[in-house]
Structure formats: C-alpha cells, structure tokens
C-alpha cells in the first residue's frame, strides 16, 4: 500500500562542502508538482534536481548534472519509500569539489529519502465511488450501518422520493457494503458504481 505526505518537508545535508536541500510535498496532478517547483527555485544555486510521482504517472529532471546522477536517484527514492502523489526537489549550491557519478547518486537519492522518511505520512486506499437512493423512511437507519461499515458520505441530494447519496469505500470492501445497503433497503434502494478511485 502506498501513502502520500500530509505536508510539505524539508531535510538539509552537507556533502563535500556541497549543500544540498531536498523539499517534499503532496501533489494533486502533475501541474501541482511544476508550480511546487517554480515556487522554491533559488537563483544562487547551482542545480534544481527534481522527480515527482503520480500514480502510473512521473517526471524527473537531472538540471545539468551527468544524466542519471539526480532526477532518476529522487525518483527511486520517491519509489523506495512507497510513496505516492509526491513532488521532491533537490537543490544543490555547489561547494567546489566535484562528487563523481557515485557521489551525486547518493548525495540526491541519499537527500530525498531522508527527507521522505521524516515526513508525516498517510495511507492511500483504493476506493469506490457510489450513487445510492434511500427512501426516507429508512435513510437514518441505513447511513447509520454504512458508517459503522466505513462508508464516507460526500453528497445527499432530497426529492420527493428520498435521499441519493454519493459515497466512498475501500474497494476491497465495495461487494460487502453493497451486500448491505440491499439488505437494509431489502432491495428497494439504487446502487451505482461510479468510478474507482485513489483517496486518503
């Protein structure tokens, strides 16, 4: 199971009078990760190394170190720790010692998994979107059992027939909180997969 941050990090580290600087932060698409990027780019420095991971999706930038020595060791830091919908940047200001192809891998990938590993996490889940009816006589009673089984509700809408619900489950769990919901509307209630999705 993957996890994202639940806020932005810093770590700090000094490698051969290099200091290097690694900034980690939660993204919601790729778009996020550029403008995370954008915000922390500091002209007197030397490289801004970056990689950033949303689910099957990732980018990393190597800024003028040898190909290989920087966004790709962030990325695989990023991987390593099992995290996901993450953003890191590492900046360096070089120090006048050149590290060498070793010495940068570790130096970047060594800079973003620490601050990676201290880092406030959360559990990314695979979840369920639904859309279900309920008439009114048996809405409280019924929302009441979803929750106890872990549905999150995010909508209710009303008419004159009932409620139509939007709500969250792990899928793991989707055919048992279906199972349910019929029982408890003795099959009178709409239930309609939406999507599947990737949430908190």
Partial sequence: MSSTLTAPNRH?????????LALAAPIAD???AQDFFAAHHDVQATHHCWAWQYGDQYRFNDDGEPGGTAGRPILQAIQSRGCDRVAVLVIRWY???????????RAYGGAAA?????????????ETLVCCTCAYAEMDRVQARLLTAG???????????GV?????????????????????????????VISQQIGT
């Fill in 12 to 20: 700090e580290t000094e490698v051969r009078k290099s200091r290097f």
């Fill in 30 to 32: 790729a778009q996020a």
């Fill in 95 to 105: 120090g006048g010692i050149k590290l060498g192809t070793g010495g940068l891998i």
């Fill in 114 to 126: 620490e601050c990676l590993r201290l880092a406030d996490k959360v559990e990314l889940r695979e």
């Fill in 151 to 161: 549905a999150q509700f995010d909508t209710a809408e009303f008419d004159a027939h």
């Fill in 164 to 192: 139509t619900w939007t709500l969250r489950c792990a899928r793991a769990e989707a055919l048992a909180m279906e199972a349910l919901y019929r029982d408890q509307t003795r099959g009178q209630g709409q239930w309609d």
